[in-house]
C-alpha cells in the first residue's frame, strides 16, 4: 500500500481524499492544516489531521506527499521545503515559472534522496502531454488550446475586487467558429479575441453604480480587455444556484500535414469534459504519486514533470496485464 | 543526426521516407527490399535502395530501423531476426500476439545489445496510451475505442476473395448515437452491433450473382455477421475515383466518476481524423524511432512498447525547451 500525505485542506485535498479510496493500491495517512486541526472537518470521519507544523514528525510514515496549495504563494515555498523529507507531487500551474519551481524543487529533493514530479493536473498536465506527443508525431503543424466552457478562478476573484461588487463567477468559453476551423484542418491564425469570451455573472452592491461596474470589467486589462466579454448581473441566490459548481472543458488539438508534398492533412484532438475541476486534477494527482512511489524505489530521483514520466508508471497494473491497453 | 534505415517498401516505407525530411535531426540511409533493388521506383529520387539479403553489412550505416513488413507474417520473423543488429522500431498490430511478439524481440535485442519498440502507430500505439492515461486518472468507469469512419484492409480483402468480386472497399463506421451516449457520460453497455457499422463498395464481374455476393458477404462470419452491413455494387471507376484513398479516423473515450458519493462524471477524449492512415502511422513510427536511439544511447536495451516510453524522448527538444510544453 502506498501511505499518501494530503499537504493543504482546499478543493483540491478534499479531492484527494475522495480520489484515494478509489485506488485499491493507496491508503490516506493525514491530512496537515496550518489551521487548527481540531476545527478542521473532513469529508470522512476517520481522517487523521495533523499540524503542518509537526509534519516532519511524520517522514516515516507517508510515502508520498501530494501538496494541496495555490500556485501563487504556497507552493514556490511549500514543495521545495517538504521535498527534501518527502517524495511530493504538486500541480504548480503559474506556466512563466515552472523551470524556476522545478530548480527549486529539484534541490532540495536531490539532498533528501526523494523524488518530486510537479505541475500535474490537466493544464499543465495531460495537455502539456498532449502538446508534446500531438508535435512530436506531426512536426509540421500548429497546436491550438481552447479553455471552458469552465469557471476560471482568477478572473472571478479579478471582478470581485470591484468596489461595489459582492460575489462573482466568470466563464471562459472557446468560441465555437474558432475550433470548427481548427478541427477542419483550416490552420487558422487566431487572436486571443478569436478564441475565447468571457462570461460575468455578478451580484452588485444596492447602491451600486451597474454601469460603472461593467465598464470597469470590460476594460481590464490582461483580464478582460482583449476579449469580448459580457456581463450579466444577478442575485447572490440566482448565482449561487446556477453558477455554483466548478466544471471546466479543454481542448488541445493539433493540425499537421504529411505527404510527398504535404498533401495530407491530420487533426489530433484531447479534450476533456469535467463535472468537477479540482476532483479531475486531484484524481490525475493520484496516478503521478503512484508513479513517484515507483520512481523513488526505483533510485530515479530529484524534479520530473509529466513528460519525464513512462505512461505505464501511472497505472496499477505491470508487466504482461499492460498488455490489455496495446 | 539519427541515419534511419527502411526495411520493407509498402504504403508505411514510403510514409517513412516523405516524413523522415519533416524530422531536422533525421536522415534517410537506406531502403531495403526482398524485390531486385534496380526495379523499385522511390519517391525521391536521391533514396538508395540495397538488397534486405545484405542488409547486416550495413549495421554500422544505420542507427534505427523502421521494420514496414504486415503483422501477418512479415514482422513476426522480421523484427526478432533485426532486433539482434539495429535498434528497431515496428507497428506490429495483432494484438492477441503482442506478448509473444515482445517476448521474441526481447530475447534478441538483449543478446545484441540493442532497443527495439513495438507495436508503434495509432492502435495500437497512440490509442493505447490513452486507455492508459485515462483509466490511471479515472479509476472507476469504462474504456471505449470507435474506429472509423475509415478503410479497413484486412475487410476490403475478405470481400475481395468471395467468388465474382473484382474489387472491393470497406468503411468501419462508429454508430453516431453510441458515440453521443458515451460522450454525455451514459456509460452505456455496448454490443458489437450497436459500436460500428460496414460500409462495403463492390466491383462484381458482369454475369456475377450480385444478390449471393451480398448475402456471403452479411453473413461472414467474424468479418460482417455481428454487424449491421451495407453492400453498394459500383464499377471500378466509381470505385477509383470515390474510394481510393486511405483516410481513417478514430476515437478513445473514458467516462468515469468522481466524489466522496460518485456524484460528479467526467469525460475523456481523444480522437484522430487522418487523410492517409499509414502516413500518419509512419510519422508515429519516426518519433519512437528517435526514442529508441535515445535509450539505446542510455545504455537502456531490449523490448518496450509505448507504455514504456518518456514522452519527453519522442521530442526533438530537450531540457528547458520542452518547458514550453508545459
New interface residues.
Given amino acids: 500500500m502506498i501511505r499518501v500525505g494530503i499537504y493543504g485542506y482546499g478543493n483540491i485535498g478534499k ?1 484527494i481524499e ?2 484515494i479510496r ?2 485499491s493500491d493507496m491508503t490516506l495517512a493525514a491530512v496537515f492544516t496550518r489551521r487548527d486541526p481540531s476545527q478542521v472537518k473532513t ?2 470521519g476517520d481522517t487523521p489531521v495533523y499540524s503542518a507544523a509537526n509534519v516532519v514528525n511524520y517522514k516515516d510514515e507517508i510515502d508520498v506527499m501530494i501538496m494541496c496549495g495555490g500556485s501563487a504563494t504556497d507552493l514556490p515555498v511549500q514543495t521545495p521545503a517538504l521535498a527534501e523529507h518527502f517524495n511530493v507531487i504538486d500541480s504548480f500551474d503559474t ?1 512563466a515559472r ?2 524556476e519551481h ?1 530548480e527549486n524543487v529539484d534541490k532540495t529533493a536531490k539532498i533528501g534522496g526523494k523524488t518530486a514530479i510537479i ?1 500535474v493536473g490537466w493544464d ?1 498536465g ?1 495537455f ?6 500531438a ?6 503543424g500548429n497546436n491550438y488550446t481552447f479553455w471552458g466552457k469552465g469557471i476560471s478562478q482568477g478572473h472571478s476573484d479579478a471582478i470581485r475586487r470591484i468596489d461595489g461588487v459582492l460575489d462573482a463567477r466568470q466563464y471562459t468559453v472557446p468560441v465555437p467558429e474558432a475550433v470548427e476551423s481548427v ?1 477542419n ?1 483550416e490552420n487558422p491564425e487566431l487572436t486571443t479575441r478569436m478564441k475565447h469570451t468571457r462570461e460575468c455573472y455578478v451580484v452588485a452592491a444596492e447602491d451600486a453604480d451597474k454601469a460603472r461596474i461593467e465598464n470597469e470589467i470590460k476594460t481590464m486589462p490582461n483580464y478582460f480587455a482583449d476579449y469580448d466579454t459580457s456581463v450579466t448581473f444577478v442575485t447572490q441566490q440566482e448565482l449561487d444556484e446556477k453558477h455554483g459548481g466548478l466544471p471546466h472543458q479543454g481542448i488541445v488539438l493539433r493540425s499537421g500535414v ?3 508534398n504535404k ?14 475541476n479540482p ?2 486534477t ?3 494527482l ?2 503521478y504519486a ?1 508513479a513517484a512511489y515507483k520512481l523513488n524505489k526505483a533510485g530515479d530521483i530529484g524534479c520530473k ?8 508508471m ?3 497494473k505491470s508487466g ?1 496485464e ?2 490489455q ?2
Same sequence: chains 1, 2.
Fill in positions: 479531492g475522495c480520489g478509489q485506488n469529508i470522512f506556466h515552472i523551470a522545478f505541475s499543465p495531460l502539456s502531454l498532449n502538446r508534446l506527443y508535435e512530436a508525431i506531426l512536426p509540421e478541427r484542418g504529411t505527404g510527398a498533401e495530407n492533412k491530420h487533426v489530433i484532438e484531447y479534450s476533456l469534459k469535467l463535472d468537477s476532483e479531475f486531484s484524481s490525475a493520484l496516478a503512484r514533470t509529466v513528460l519525464d514520466i513512462p505512461p505505464a501511472l497505472s496499477q504482461i499492460l498488455a491497453y496495446l
